[in-house]
């Protein structure tokens, strides 16, 4: 019998690491939404509806928090941690931003559009911080070297 399993207790929750070029230097930018019932800086992220799938979850989230559309890419490392003393459990996207009409709420006041390394210096919570890596090597994967000489 499997009830009573850990997925009954964890907390299912969805996010992206939201990117896209900048409009000024074409260079790559990361989101950060700001919450400030926590005033922390994180990913753009949420708890999913009952029976949502958790990509479209991801990807309401997004469009909830951040007012972007987005296209989705690779599915990122899932993160695990405690929040409120209960396990939660957030599997992330890669989503290229097509449009965005930010509106400040109670929820997300701010968003920010920063390089990787300013990203991964603003987001409070180290355990999103391997994210920006993680991005990282899905937009630009290692290229298979040459054969030596």
Do not use: I
């Not at 459990?89 to 997300?108: D, G, I, K």
């Amino acid at each position: 019998m499997s009830s009573g399993s850990p997925e009954d207790t964890t907390v299912q929750a969805a996010g992206c690491v939201l990117w896209r070029r900048s409009p000024l230097t074409g260079g790559l930018e990361l989101c950060l939404v700001h919450r400030p019932k926590y005033d922390d800086w994180s990913w753009p992220k949420g708890k999913l509806k009952r029976g949502e799938e958790p990509l479209a979850g991801a990807l309401r989230e997004v469009a909830e928090e951040t007012g972007c559309r987005a296209e989705p890419g690779a599915e990122l490392p899932t993160q695990r941690y405690l929040a409120n003393g209960r396990p939660k459990q957030v599997r992330y996207w890669a989503a290229e931003a097509l449009s965005c009409a930010f509106s400040p709420t109670e929820e997300v006041d701010r968003v920010l559009w920063l390089t990787p390394v300013d990203a991964r210096a603003r987001l409070t919570q180290p355990h999103d911080r391997p994210l920006v890596d993680a991005l990282l090597a899905v937009l630009n994967p290692p290229q298979p070297a040459g054969r030596p000489d």
